[in-house]
């Protein structure tokens, strides 16, 4: 299956925007298909999730929303601790950092999205 195929199980609304082929290919930079191997289409899909999320559905906000009050109604959604990485902004990019600290066992640190992965030279 590639990103866009997954894409349409993943995040509906990507998959139907009419940009969904940039999407894509801005995710692709950055990721070696080397270093991911069999979870390299995996991983873009879940980087474009992340980015069209970041920057279409969260509309550019500075952070997560904890707290939200209008009136007299208040809701409080709990704080999820610090913020190291942005990836950890939304549930796609949490799952890529999953798959990136599960295929190197050498990266102590996810700074510079994995300061450009770890990679081993060559596959």
């Known amino acids: 299956m590639d990103a866009k195929e997954m894409l ?5 609304s990507l998959y139907n925007d009419p940009l969904v082929d940039k999407h894509i290919q801005l995710a692709r930079t950055g990721l070696d298909e080397c270093f991911f191997g069999e979870r390299y289409e995996e991983a873009v899909a879940l980087k474009a999730c992340h980015r069209y999320v970041m920057n279409i559905t969260n509309g550019g906000s500075a952070g997560v ?5 209008a009136g007299r109604y208040s809701q409080s959604n709990g704080g999820i601790g610090v913020i190291r990485e942005e990836l950890e902004l939304t549930n796609y990019g949490r799952q890529l950092l999953s798959i990136i600290k599960s295929r190197s066992g050498r990266a102590t640190t996810t700074n510079s999205f994995v300061v450009g992965y770890c990679m081993p030279e060559g596959c």
């Not at 349409?8 to 509906?12: D, K, P, T, V």
């Not at 929303?65 to 009050?69: E, G, I, P, R, W």
């Open 8 to 12: 349409e199980i993943y995040c509906i």
């Open 65 to 69: 929303v904890t707290y939200k009050a």
